[in-house]
């Protein structure tokens, strides 16, 4: 359990490194499959390529979690 805690808190602190690194880098983060419409005062985001990258990266993540 402890290593597993540890190993979470790496996990963050490499994450929160990566998105400070985008941040001051000032990159367009925006994937190719995110769908922004706007049309006069109306505006919708519908961020689809995120939400897999986003399900991709966890169940890598637990995946490995499962192994150990």
Known sequence: MAK???LI???L???GGIFLII???GMNYNNPLD???EKG???FY????SSILISVV???IFYFFRKM
């Open 13 to 15: 602190i490499i994450v």
């Open 9 to 11: 808190g790496f996990f």
């Open 58 to 60: 966890l169940s890598l």
């Open 23 to 25: 941040e001051k880098s």
């Open 35 to 37: 769908f922004k419409f």
């Open 46 to 49: 519908f961020p689809l390529g």
């Open 41 to 43: 005062n109306t505006r």
């Open 4 to 6: 597993q805690i540890i």
